[in-house]
């Protein structure tokens, strides 16, 4: 999909090339943290559909993160983030995108597997997440990590 766009004073705009058809158009306004603004679509299937959009920075996720997963189970884990991806050493395969969390933590009782979200402050994690082998495999539930 190409873009173009333009800044104009406190305003961006953005227009996609077509895509199956379909022109999708956005103008809002930046700021160091936020992006808001409204997008429609001009043409193709969904023409005429518009709304709001906003968005927001989220911060690194790197450092140590803590938190309970069960009443007798705390995790604490060192997260590196790079531009798509968190590495959880020795974990693997463990990424984010926007607030979007998937991770792979190696543990000694087995790999626990973590999906979820982080919020704008960057410093929570909330989500489900399952044991996979070791003496714990198959446990499963909510939980909430906390940047430290």
Do not use: R
């Not at 160091?32 to 989220?58: E, P, Q």
């Not at 997963?69 to 884990?77: A, H, I, K, L, Q």
């Not at 590196?80 to 998937?102: A, D, E, F, H, K």
């Not at 960057?122 to 003496?135: E, F, I, K, L, P």
């Amino acid at each position: 999909m190409t873009l173009t766009g333009a800044i104009t004073g406190n305003s961006l705009t953005i227009t996609s090339g077509a895509v199956n058809g379909q022109v999708i158009s956005f103008t809002g306004t930046p700021t160091s943290t936020t992006l808001s603004g409204t997008y429609t679509i001009t043409v193709g299937c969904a023409g005429g559909d518009h709304g709001n959009v906003s968005a927001f920075k989220v911060p690194s996720v790197t450092g140590n993160w803590t938190g309970p997963f069960t009443p007798s189970t705390t995790v604490t884990v060192a997260l590196t983030q790079t531009p798509g991806s968190i590495t959880s050493p020795p974990g693997s395969g463990s990424s984010i995108i926007g607030i979007l969390v998937y991770a792979e933590i190696n543990t000694s009782n087995g790999q626990m597997v973590f999906t979820g979200t982080v919020n704008q402050s960057g410093d929570q994690m909330t989500g489900n997440y399952s044991v996979v082998g070791g003496s714990c495999a198959g446990n499963t539930g909510t939980g909430t990590i906390n940047k430290t």
